[in-house]
C-alpha cells in the first residue's frame, strides 16, 4: 500500500510529494555524491514517477547518465536523477526522520572514508558491484 509522504528543502522554498510502496534508505560513497555532500547521499526509495516537486529547483548534470538536484535558494540537496529514465532518487533528509525508513542499501562502501561507518544490517555493495548492477556489460 502507497503511503504519500511530503518533504522540503532547509530554506522550505522547495515542497516535495510522493509517494512510496517500500520506503528505504540507500546511502551512496562514490565519490561524486561525497563531493556534492560532503558525506554520502542518502536517498529515500518513492514509487517511479510520483514525486512532486515544487519551487526554484534547479538540476547539475554531473555525468553522461546523471544530474543532481538542488535548491536554488538555500543550496539543499534534492535528488539524484538518472537521465536515460528520468528517475529522480529523493534525498532522504528532505522528509522529517527520512519517512521512518529502515537503511537497506550502501553503494561503493569501499569509497567510504575511514572517519565514518554505518551500522546495522543491510546490503553493502563494493564500487565494482554498484557499477555491475547499474551498467551491466554490454553483450558481445
Not at 553503494?107 to 555493495?125: E, N, T
Request: aromatic share 8%; glycine share 8%; with cysteine.
Amino acid at each position: 500500500m502507497s503511503e504519500k509522504i511530503n518533504g522540503q528543502c532547509l530554506c522550505g522554498a522547495i515542497k516535495v510529494t510522493a509517494t512510496t510502496t517500500n520506503p528505504i534508505v540507500r546511502a551512496c560513497h562514490c565519490d561524486m555524491c561525497r563531493q556534492h555532500t560532503s558525506s554520502m547521499f542518502m536517498s529515500l526509495a518513492t514509487d517511479s514517477g510520483s514525486e512532486t516537486i515544487e519551487g526554484p529547483a534547479k538540476s547539475f548534470r554531473s555525468s553522461d547518465w546523471a544530474e543532481r538536484g538542488f535548491c536554488e535558494v538555500c543550496g539543499s540537496t534534492l535528488w539524484y536523477g538518472t537521465l536515460h529514465d528520468n528517475a529522480k532518487h529523493l534525498a532522504a533528509g528532505l522528509f522529517e526522520n527520512a519517512a521512518d525508513a529502515p537503511l537497506k542499501m550502501e553503494f561503493f562502501v569501499d569509497k567510504c572514508p575511514q572517519g565514518y561507518a554505518l551500522s546495522g544490517d543491510h546490503k553493502r555493495l563494493t564500487a565494482e558491484q554498484t557499477i555491475a548492477l547499474f551498467a551491466p556489460e554490454e553483450e558481445s
